[in-house]
């Protein structure tokens, strides 16, 4: 970007005197690089950004944390996981503090480190722990089909896989006040800009796909603030995301998972918002069905109406007091990229 | 001299003997510590300074170092940090059985040749071994004099002071992390001991206010914390903050900030801004300064909250930044 383009859209972000519009970033990659590159102190106060349902760790039910452990605690397995759920509060306990009495967890950081742990440790059974939207879907596709194609024995996935276009839709239909969408250009990368095409139709409201740099989000800010109103799917990520998205990641998603319903913390379940793993791959599912329980740790946590931009962390009476990174009483305060995490970091 | 450390190591008696013969007493030779009393007498000085640390970590020896250097480096830097000259250390350790005798071996030594180059005498020292599975933690005590005449404290930050840095943001934390989760790299820890730097910006007759090593919490965490006790706001700029391109892209894979990434080989220096360039010069001639860089300046606090950190980005937004929060866990995705 040429630093006279950046300087023109920086300087209409910040005098823009319109009406006052709410963007939503869905990504909690946006939310926290939007805390990192400073954006807020450059706009206009009329250029509200409210931060959406997209940390996977965040919109993991308690029922989900809660078979992990059990799961973990019985004797032979072992849960191979990401770092950022370790934290998350289930009913009772994290995973962590699980693994604390005796529960066997291992972090990695990819989920093909497993297969490694598998064929290291035979007589273990490991159990992938696999949360996460559009973007890590097509890299547990490939786990299973490693599995498969290699005959792995002691690997099974519990999945809580969710995807963006649903719960979308759901936060439109209940009437969350949105004027524009910050889109997650990641995702894209995979799905192709064009899956957020009906939505944009169908509510007559645009989407921006963009990437994560501080530049490349002002340039979808502007995008957005400058036509206001229009349903479209505006590209601001062109150099990663086609139209159509990566066909053979989709065809191998295709191969093992199927759409399914999805149950978010906070919301409940929505019908077509996740992916279950195939019928006739199910043995190498580890018991994700029915994990729809949902149990807030402290029932005073608005992480609920926060994941859905109807409330600020601000308005939560724990946040900062009983609820901080340090001790989390909802999900929105353990990852990195957790709303609630990010305001206490950087605009505390 | 047996291949793995077991509990008659610890008896007291002959074979406690060997092990201390066999391993310590032939590498931190000194007269002080050869005479083997119960307590090491020293020359000593008015005034000094005294700290303590323990060194707990996983892997004992990892890309770069040992906890044998590091244990220098910790107990070394943080005198420095008070404007003291490392004269004395002694160090405990406690020994798992089944330790490699020869892993012990190689940190032994590792850490006599650290203590050689920070310029610093072992000059005590005990060994206990417990029940275990072959771990090593080493707990270190040293001394230092104010050779300079010049106690420098976390609370002298003023307005207008220049805050300089000594090098690149990371390296230790990145060595560790990567190790632990067996993510091929090729980043090496920075743990190094800082003498030379502080002792020619004290010999020098910079005008330095604040010294302290960026070790846990990382860059962030310590520039909030001595801006907190300064009563005062500082404000760096994020394309100044020295960071090499194998951190960036180590913590751009696993989604950390080299703000809050911690080190063991690295300086914050604040000074008169007028000393700036004279500071920045001398850090950069020293064998562990050359990467170092001016990231910002004191500002007058005119926040409400006093003790504000912020960082002006590379896109022209202000960033306010605090003490790290939890423990960098990597993202998901």
Known sequence: MSSDYLKEITSYLREYDGDSMNIM???????????KSGIKSIISDKI????????????????????????????????????????????????NIAKGRGADVEMVYSPMDVVELAKKNPDKNYIFAAVGFETTTPVYALLLDTIVSEKIKNI???????????????????GAPIDGFLAPGHVCVVTGSKIFTPLAEKYDIPFAVSGFSGEEILEALYGLVKIKKGGRVMNFYPKVVTEEGNTSAKSLIDKYFTPSAACWRGMGIIKGSGLKIRDEYSYLDAGSEGLNEDIKKNKACLCDQVLMGKKTPKDCPLFGKVCTPLTPQGACMVSEEGCCHTWIANYR | MEKVITMAHGSGGKTTGELIGAIFANE???EILNRMEDAAAVDGSKRIAMTTDSFVVTPLEYPGGDVGRLCICGTVNDLLSRGAIPKYITCGFILEEGLETETLKRIVHSMAETAREANVIIVAGDTKV???NGGLYINTAGVGFFDYDREISAEDAKDGDAILVSGTMGEHHATILGSRMSIANDIESDNAPLTDIVGALLKNKVDVHVLRDITRGGLATVLKELAKASESTFVVEDEKIPVSPQVRDFCGLLGLDPYYMGNEGKMVCIVDAKYADKALEIMKASKYGQDAA???YVQKNEAAEKGMLYSKTSIGGLRNLDILQGEGLPRIC
């Open chain 1, 156 to 174: 099974k996935l519990l999945t809580a896989v969710k995807t963006m276009p649903a719960v979308i839709e759901h936060l439109l239909a209940e």
């Open chain 1, 25 to 35: 970033e869905v990504c909690g990659s946006h939310t926290a690089a939007i805390a």
């Open chain 1, 48 to 95: 509200n950004l409210v931060s959406g349902p997209g940390c996977p760790v965040c919109v993991t039910p308690s029922a989900y944390v809660d078979k992990l452990i059990s799961l973990a605690l019985e004797e032979g397995n072992c849960i191979a996981t990401f770092g950022d759920l370790m934290r998350v509060p289930g009913s009772e306990e994290s995973l």
């Open chain 2, 130 to 132: 417990i029940e275990g």
């Open chain 2, 294 to 296: 001016l990231i910002g």
């Open chain 2, 28 to 30: 931190f030779d000194n």
